[in-house]
């Protein structure tokens, strides 16, 4: 594997890996009103652009991460409108 | 500029100004003991890394979103060790 997908793989790891504590934590206390709906939706979109980009110059890191990234984000979303 | 450049600022944009909110919170309040050090660690290097891979793979949109929203974890790093 070429060294450049190598970091792009380590990157989308490190950063997909650093939100999971927040959708355990969220999942544990049963409680989001420390999120604000506009600014899950605002990230949400964000990586879902993201992963668009990441078709458009053939990427497959960004794609992976942000799919997967968007996904917890997708999950707090669903425990903000079930827990509210 | 080309569309998927175009996209790529985008989705930088959305993903950066969604961590805006998360800053000027932590600068009113003071306070950055819901966060873990380890976690802005990870994420903070995970942004990093990307940088890297952006100027790996010659992509402005992915080298300048990491390294502005890096810059915001390092600001939020700098609170958590002045206001722990």
């Known amino acids: 594997m070429d060294i450049t997908i190598m970091i792009g793989y380590f990157a989308g790891t ?8 927040q959708v355990i934590k969220t999942w544990k206390l049963r409680s989001t ?7 899950l939706t605002l990230f949400g979109l964000g990586m879902l652009l993201w992963a668009v980009y990441g078709i458009s110059i053939n990427s497959m890191p960004i ?5 997967i ?15 509210k």
Not at 14 to 21: A, Q
Not at 33 to 39: C, E, G, L, N
């Open 14 to 21: 490190l950063t997909t890996i650093s939100f999971l504590p």
């Open 33 to 39: 009103h420390d999120f604000s709906f506009a600014m």
């Open 63 to 67: 794609i992976l991460a942000n799919i």
């Open 69 to 83: 990234t968007f996904g917890l984000i997708l999950v707090l979303v669903m425990m903000k409108v079930k827990y």
